[in-house]
């Protein structure tokens, strides 16, 4: 039996984009707390887990993150497509 090594490799990719994500908003929330960055306030809830708190920088942070996630993503598998032997 032979280990589905894209299937771990797709798995891993997604937990490492997520723990980034977490760690962007957690990050961004520190240096707030600390005073380094500035802090602007907008309207949406709390989630602690997902390190996604109601600031304009930590959102803004986290968005950057996810788009670059899914381009890098689905440019994967457009490479991945180039490379498999025609028939």
């Not at 797709?10 to 980034?20: I, M, W």
């Not at 887990?49 to 994967?76: D, E, M, R, S």
Request: net charge positive; charged share 10%; aromatic share 10%.
């Amino acid at each position: 039996m032979r280990l589905p090594l894209g299937l771990c490799v797709k798995a891993t990719a997604l937990v490492l984009l997520l723990l980034a994500f977490v760690i962007m908003g957690k990050g961004v929330a520190a240096l707030q707390e600390a005073g380094a960055v500035g802090v602007y306030y907008i309207n949406i809830p709390t989630l602690d887990w997902f390190g996604i708190y109601p600031t304009l920088q930590g959102v803004a942070a986290q968005l950057v993150i996810a788009v670059l996630g899914v381009l890098l993503w689905f440019k994967g598998h457009d490479n991945q497509k180039s490379l498999t032997p025609q028939a």
